[in-house]
């Protein structure tokens, strides 16, 4: 089969199509044709050598945590699923080929009203953003705080705070053009982190209190804010690092406040965990994707041969929602 792969470490020039050995399935995987992919920062550091797929170390390494497809083998310890099913999925690496094989627990169908393009664009960003948000235990009438509201996890957690019931749901992103496009899926209020204070205009609109729950994708450069911006009970769900990754932490306010702060990722989660993660955002996430609730959010597709240009247009972080290739 043809893919991307990394030879050697570096910026976007070292993605190469090549062809490469066809993926073998195991008794409890499906084989699967992709038919679309979609980028994640993960896969910028993987190729910069910083965050290198799970496993043997290979001659070359091929990106891509998720997909949509359809099915071309079922495994003989398989169930549920059929030749020619429509599926999409998280996966460990592999998602830049024509075919991946992965375990069939991580595996779901895709609602008829969506094309591969708009389901490649689920499964990280939402499983990862119901999977956070779930983790701080968030109740209907709490506030959220989401930080890059623009990025493919940031505008997919603001549309599950919003049909979970979170008000306000207050955003930071780099422009008012984000902020325009992001309240158009449920963001009461944005603040654009170049001129404003986060922290200050949490405090403005909950009159004093701060938010019950924040979904960090920035770590170090953002904690004292953050901090600041958290009510009393507050939890916190850290699911990237773009600001560093260290920071002081203002140990006084996190007791006297009474704060949470956890970290969640998903990639070298065991299998049992990244199958529950994904049963619970079929139950929770998708009957609002088939209903129109949530929408996808796609910000350009790209040839799969193309791969170097999307990882451009992710480092210049213009990009609101997805970037996907088609396979």
């Known amino acids: 089969m043809k893919a991307i792969v990394i030879s050697e470490y570096g910026g976007p020039e070292v993605l190469t199509l090549r062809e490469v050995p066809d993926p073998v399935p195991g008794p409890e995987d499906l084989l699967v044709r ?3 992919t979609a980028l994640n ?21 091929i990106p891509g945590l998720e997909f949509a497809g359809e099915v071309l083998e079922c495994g003989a310890r398989t169930s549920g699923f059929a030749r020619g099913d429509r599926v999409m999925g998280l996966l460990a690496g592999g998602g830049y080929g024509e075919m991946v094989a992965l375990h069939y627990r991580l ?3 895709i609602p008829d009203t969506l094309t591969f393009e708009q389901a490649a664009s689920l499964p990280e960003a939402f499983i990862t953003a119901h999977d956070g948000l779930v983790q701080c235990g968030l109740q209907c009438g709490e506030s959220v705080l989401v930080h890059a509201a623009g990025s493919g996890v940031g505008s997919a957690a603001i549309q599950v705070a919003h049909v979970m019931g979170a008000r306000p749901c207050i955003g930071t ?4 053009e ?14 654009n982190y170049k001129t404003e204070s986060f922290a200050d205009v949490v405090h403005s609109v909950t009159g004093g209190r701060g938010v019950d729950v924040i979904v960090d994708f920035i770590g170090g450069s953002y904690l004292e804010q953050n901090i600041k911006a958290l009510a009393e009970k507050g ?7 773009m600001g560093g990754p260290s920071a002081d932490l203002p140990m ?3 007791l006297q406040k009474r704060l949470s702060i956890r970290g969640t990722l998903l990639r070298a989660r065991p299998l049992e965990e990244k199958a529950s993660a994904t049963r619970a955002f079929e139950k929770s996430v998708l009957p609002h994707v088939t209903s129109g609730a949530i929408v996808p959010v796609i910000d350009s597709v790209y040839p799969l041969a193309a791969a170097a240009a999307a990882h451009r247009h992710m480092e210049s972080n213009a990009n609101f929602g997805k970037i996907v290739l088609t396979v």
């Open 178 to 191: 984000k902020l325009a496009q992001a309240k158009s899926l449920g963001l009461d209020v944005g603040v």
């Open 107 to 109: 595996v779901s169908n």
């Open 34 to 36: 992709v038919r679309a």
């Open 252 to 254: 006084g306010a996190l």
């Open 235 to 241: 939890r916190m769900v850290v699911v990237g690092l």
């Open 173 to 176: 992103a780099g422009s008012s």
């Open 41 to 61: 920062r993960a896969d910028l550091l993987q190729r910069r050598g910083f965050y290198p797929q799970p496993g043997p170390k290979s001659e070359f390494e």
